[in-house]
C-alpha cells in the first residue's frame, strides 16, 4: 500500500468517556466579561433550522443559540432545563412539564407554554420537514392549562419520549410562529443570539444579556468554518484563532508537547461506518455487502486515517452504554473469503464496478477511501472514488440517496432509541442507505415500550447483532475529539457537552 507509515498503537480505549487535557495556569484565572473568540470550525453549517438541520456541524453552532425543555447531566442523566420540573403518570402515558418563569427568547417575547406546544407540534408535523418527527408519533394532544404548564398525552408507552426531548433536535423550544425564518435567521432562547452567516466561510454570534441561567462572558463568537486541517492549525498557530475544535491528528503529539497551546481531548467524539445503499443491485446481496466487510483492515485503516486517534468499534452505541453489545468482534480482513462471496453472488475479479461518494468536509473520510480503494481492487472490486463538497454529499447521498458506497459519521446518538431507530429501522429519519428489514423494525418499535432499561438494552443489542449479521453497515471506528486554544481562553473544562459532540461557550471568556 502506498501510504505513509501507520502508527504502532491507538491511544484510547472502549468502555468509559475519557475526559483529559492540558490547560496553561493562565486559562484559570477569573473570568472577565467581554471579547470576540474567534473559532475555527472544522466543518460548514448547513440549515439553521433546528428542526430540519442533520447534520452535528451545524448542531454544534446552534446549542449556544437555542435551549431544550430538559437535558442531561455528565453522566447522560435527564434533569431539567426550560422546564423547571418534569412528571410522569403512573400508566406512563402523560407527562406534565412545569416551565420556569422569566425564560426569553432573542426576539425579546417571554416564553410560555404556547411556544412549547408549537414547537413539538411544528417538529411533528410531516410538512416542517423535521429530521426527529417520530419523536413526536405517540403524542395524542397537548394541553396548556395555563402560561407555565404542559401536558403532553401519549397513545402509547414511548419508554425514550424524555430522553429525546434531551437533544436539540426534538426538545428544542422555539417562539410561537417562528418557523418561516428559523432556517436563515434562527430565534432560540439560547446565550448567543444568532447575528449573519456568510454561507460556507463564517457565523457571527452576540451574547444575549437576557439569557435565563445569565448571560455569557464572551460578547461575540466568530465562527470561522475552516475544514482544512492545516490551515486551520496555522491560524491557531500565528494567533488568527482563539480556539479550534479537531486537531489534526497527525499534529496531536506535537501540540499537546507545546506549552503554547491548551489541548483538551476526549473519547469519543463521533462514529465511523461504511454504507451501502441497499437499493443498488450488488448491495442487496448480503453475500456482496459481508465481502466487503471482509475486505477492510480496520486496525489499519484506523492508523493510517486518523493517527490512532481513537479506536475500533464493533458497535456504535455509546461505550458507557449498557446497550453496548459487548460480544460483537470485527470481522477480520480476509481477501480469500471475500473474493469466494463475491463468486458466489456472480461476480468474478474486475465484473463488479462501483463509485465511492466521499465528502471533503471530513479529510479522514477522503484518506479512508484512498485506503479501502487498494483493498477493494485487491479484493476483484472495480473501485473510484468521486470527492464532494459537504453540500453536494448532503444533497446526493442523504437527500437524494444517488449513491452505491460511502462513509460517514454520527455525533450525539448516545440514546439508543435516537440511534438505533433513526438509523436502521425502515422508516427512521436517518436512514439513507434504505435499509429495510422487518426485523430491526420489529425490535426498534418493541424497544419503544419496553419500559425496563435493561430489557431495553438487550434488544438494542439485538439490533447490533441484526445489522453485523445481515451486514447491513460496517462499523469503523469510534473517534477522539480534541480542542486546541491559546492560553488566553478561559472555561474550556465547561466548553464539552456530555454528549461528546455539542460545544457550549456559555462559561468561556478571554483573559486580556
Same mark, same amino acid.
Given at each position: 500500500m502506498k501510504r505513509r507509515d501507520f502508527l504502532k498503537s491507538t491511544s484510547a480505549v472502549v468502555g468509559g468517556t475519557i475526559l483529559s487535557s492540558a490547560v496553561p495556569a493562565l486559562a484559570q484565572s477569573t473570568p472577565v466579561s467581554g471579547g470576540t473568540l474567534i473559532w475555527g470550525?472544522?466543518?460548514?453549517?448547513?440549515?439553521?433550522?433546528?428542526?430540519?438541520?442533520?447534520t452535528a456541524s451545524t448542531g454544534r453552532v446552534l446549542q449556544n443559540v437555542h435551549s431544550s425543555i430538559v437535558t442531561v447531566d455528565k453522566d447522560l442523566n435527564v434533569i431539567p432545563n426550560l422546564a423547571e420540573s418534569f412528571d410522569l403518570s403512573e400508566d406512563g402515558l402523560v407527562y406534565t412539564f412545569k416551565l420556569r418563569s422569566g425564560v426569553k427568547f432573542h426576539d425579546g417575547s417571554d416564553m410560555t407554554s404556547a411556544d412549547v406546544k408549537y414547537s413539538f407540534e411544528r417538529c411533528k408535523d410531516p410538512a416542517t420537514g423535521a429530521v426527529n418527527f417520530e419523536v413526536f408519533n405517540a403524542v395524542e394532544s397537548i394541553e396548556t392549562p395555563d402560561d407555565l404548564t404542559?401536558?403532553?398525552?401519549?397513545?402509547?408507552?414511548?419508554a425514550p419520549f424524555l430522553s429525546r426531548l434531551a437533544e436539540n433536535g426534538a426538545g428544542v423550544i422555539m417562539p410561537e410562529g417562528s418557523g418561516e425564518v428559523q432556517g436563515t435567521?434562527?430565534?432560540?432562547?439560547?446565550?448567543?443570539?444568532?447575528?449573519?452567516?456568510?454561507?460556507?466561510?463564517?457565523?457571527? &454570534?452576540?451574547?444575549?444579556?437576557?439569557? !435565563?441561567?445569565?448571560?455569557? =462572558?464572551?460578547?461575540?463568537?466568530?465562527? @470561522?468554518?475552516?475544514?482544512? *486541517?492545516?490551515? @486551520?492549525?496555522?491560524?491557531?498557530?500565528?494567533?488568527?484563532? /482563539?480556539?479550534?475544535?479537531?486537531? *489534526?491528528?497527525?499534529?496531536?503529539?506535537?501540540?499537546k508537547a507545546d506549552p503554547a497551546f491548551q489541548v483538551v481531548t476526549w473519547f469519543p467524539l463521533n462514529w465511523d461506518f461504511l454504507n451501502m445503499n441497499h437499493d443498488f443491485e450488488p448491495f442487496k446481496d448480503a453475500?456482496?455487502?459481508?465481502?466487503?466487510?471482509?475486505?477492510?483492515?480496520?486496525?489499519?485503516? &484506523?492508523?493510517?486515517?486518523?493517527?490512532g486517534e481513537g479506536a475500533v468499534t464493533a458497535s456504535p452505541s455509546y461505550p458507557t452504554s449498557a446497550s453496548y453489545n459487548h460480544d460483537l468482534v470485527q470481522r477480520p480482513q480476509d481477501f480469500e473469503q471475500a473474493r469466494a462471496l463475491l463468486a458466489e453472488a456472480g461476480y468474478g475479479p474486475g465484473e463488479l464496478k462501483v463509485v465511492f461518494k466521499v465528502t471533503t468536509n471530513y479529510p479522514y473520510?477522503?484518506?479512508?477511501?484512498?485506503?479501502?480503494?487498494?483493498?477493494?481492487?485487491?479484493?476483484?472490486? +472495480?473501485?473510484?472514488?468521486?470527492?464532494?463538497?459537504?453540500? +453536494? !454529499?448532503?444533497?446526493?447521498?442523504?437527500? $437524494?440517496? $444517488?449513491?452505491?458506497i460511502s462513509m460517514m459519521n454520527f455525533f450525539t446518538l448516545w440514546e439508543p432509541d435516537f440511534l438505533y431507530y433513526s438509523l436502521w429501522n425502515t422508516?427512521?429519519?436517518?436512514? =439513507?442507505?434504505?435499509?429495510?428489514? *422487518?426485523?430491526? +423494525?420489529?425490535?426498534?418499535?418493541?424497544? @419503544?415500550?419496553?419500559?425496563?432499561? +435493561?430489557?431495553?438494552?438487550?434488544i438494542y443489542k439485538a439490533v447490533q447483532q441484526?445489522?453485523?449479521?445481515?451486514? /447491513?453497515?460496517? =462499523?469503523? !471506528?469510534?473517534?477522539?475529539?480534541?480542542?486546541?486554544?491559546?492560553?488566553s481562553v478561559g472555561g474550556l473544562d465547561t466548553v464539552v457537552h456530555p454528549n461528546g459532540s455539542n460545544l457550549n461557550f456559555h462559561k468561556v471568556w478571554l483573559n486580556a
Open positions: 470550525h472544522s466543518e460548514t453549517t448547513q440549515n439553521l433550522d433546528m428542526h430540519q438541520t442533520g404542559v401536558i403532553v398525552t401519549l397513545n402509547s408507552i414511548n435567521t434562527p430565534i432560540g432562547a439560547g446565550p448567543f443570539k444568532f447575528v449573519r452567516r456568510e454561507f460556507g466561510n463564517e457565523v457571527e &454570534l452576540a451574547r444575549f444579556d437576557d439569557y !435565563w441561567e445569565g448571560p455569557a =462572558y464572551l460578547e461575540r463568537i466568530m465562527i @470561522r468554518e475552516i475544514t482544512e *486541517p492545516t490551515v @486551520r492549525l496555522t491560524g491557531l498557530r500565528t494567533g488568527e484563532l /482563539h480556539m479550534i475544535n479537531d486537531i *489534526p491528528a497527525d499534529r496531536m503529539a506535537e501540540i453475500r456482496v455487502r459481508k465481502a466487503f466487510d471482509l475486505m477492510i483492515d480496520k486496525e489499519a485503516l &484506523l492508523e493510517g486515517a486518523l493517527w473520510h477522503v484518506e479512508a477511501a484512498q485506503i479501502m480503494l487498494e483493498w477493494f481492487r485487491e479484493g476483484g472490486v +472495480d473501485m473510484s472514488i468521486e470527492q464532494l463538497t459537504w453540500s +453536494d !454529499w448532503l444533497s446526493q447521498v442523504w437527500v $437524494d440517496k $444517488d449513491f452505491q422508516t427512521g429519519a436517518f436512514n =439513507y442507505r434504505k435499509i429495510s428489514d *422487518p426485523v430491526i +423494525d420489529e425490535l426498534t418499535e418493541k424497544a @419503544r415500550i419496553t419500559v425496563d432499561p +435493561d430489557a431495553r438494552a438487550e441484526r445489522v453485523f449479521d445481515e451486514t /447491513h453497515d460496517v =462499523y469503523l !471506528w469510534f473517534r477522539n475529539g480534541s480542542i486546541g486554544a491559546l492560553p
